[in-house]
Structures are given as structure tokens and as C-alpha cells.
Nanobody, 124 residues
């Protein structure tokens, strides 16, 4: 079974940091573009960050630019999201996604594979 598995979510105070990880099983995604999306209660899933196959191109939503950093380790087929200066409005379920093209994309419809999500809660 092909899986993307997120970890690293949790409860943190405003201003704190978390590092999300996304591992894979069942097949390799090391040549795929990867991304993070999030969905807050009652809201649509929104783009957070994306990274190209090589890691040479990264993209961020304006709301997280300067606070979040996406990175990947193709040797271990993993992608990470370092989240600093967290705000209560960052509270959401965070999803890892992969698309067969090596080029990153900012819309969720472009991604073929999704994880189950990890909850991030930021208290004020």
C-alpha cells in the first residue's frame, strides 16, 4: 500500500516551533514534487508550501512566508516543514502531498498522493 505518513504535530504556544515530517512507504517518492497543505475546521484545504523534485525550487503561501521552511531528503524519501513563530491561525490539520511531476505546484488538485494528516494546535 502506497502511503505518505505525517508526524510531528502537536500542541504548542503561540511563538513556538514545530517540525513536521512526512515519510513514505510502499513506493518511492524521491523523484516527486512534494507539498504541505492544511485545513482548519470549517475551512477549505489551503496551500502552505511546496518543493520541487531536486529541492531547488520552493514555494510558500504568503501567510507563512518567513516563518516556515520546507526541505527534503531524497536519500530517505522524506520531506519536512519547519514551522517557527507559530500563530493561533496556524491551527489546522497539516497534510503531506506528492505529485508525479518533479515540478512543484500550489493547488491541491495537482497532487496525486496524500497522507492522513497531523494535527497542529497553537494556543494563544
Amino acid at each position: 500500500q502506497v502511503q505518505l505518513v505525517e508526524s510531528g504535530g502537536g500542541l504548542v504556544q503561540a511563538g513556538g516551533s514545530l517540525r513536521l515530517s512526512c515519510a513514505t512507504s510502499g513506493r518511492t517518492f524521491s523523484t516527486y514534487a512534494k507539498a504541505w497543505f492544511r485545513q482548519a475546521p470549517g475551512k477549505e484545504r489551503e496551500f502552505v508550501s511546496a518543493i520541487s523534485r531536486s529541492g531547488g525550487s520552493t514555494y510558500y503561501a504568503d501567510s507563512v512566508k518567513g516563518r516556515f521552511t520546507i526541505s527534503r531528503d531524497n536519500a530517505n524519501d522524506a520531506v519536512y516543514l519547519q514551522m517557527n513563530s507559530l500563530k493561533p491561525e496556524d491551527t489546522a490539520v497539516y497534510y503531506c502531498a506528492a505529485r508525479a511531476s518533479g515540478a512543484a505546484h500550489t493547488t491541491h488538485g495537482a497532487y496525486n498522493y496524500w497522507g492522513q494528516g497531523t494535527q497542529v494546535t497553537v494556543s494563544s
